[in-house]
């Protein structure tokens, strides 16, 4: 039995915690809110007509994700939105969300819009594999 001499009061590694898991409260009272996440992909007349490309519709082939969430009676100055390459993190003073997603993705250059008309803020996001430049250039 060997003790870390760095920070002998460590009991997990960073590797061992899984991210996100700092904003996983399960005490918070607030409500989850309606979402649906879809996937959306780049494609041009030589993919539509031609079927040049690799691309197939599944979603392997799809560039981007879509998070769409309803937030009724919700203003766009009470929206809090974090997002970290494979969470989203969602907070309003009536519902809370915290989405594992499915793929890394690009933390630095989403885009969020809220529509409030329809009383949803949908978030687009930038999809990260490492072999795409590779499979799709």
Known sequence: FQVNSENSKTIWNTEEVPEGSEYDDTWDPREQPEYQILFKQRVGTEDVFFGMSR???????CEDIVIKIKLPE??????????????????????KLLLHLPYCVDSKNGKACFLSEEETLEVTLRVLREFDFINFS
């Open 74 to 95: 919700t203003k766009n100055s009470d929206i809090t939105l974090d997002i970290q390459d494979k969470v989203l993190d969602l907070r309003t003073p009536k519902k």
């Open 55 to 61: 691309k197939d519709p599944s979603t392997a082939c």
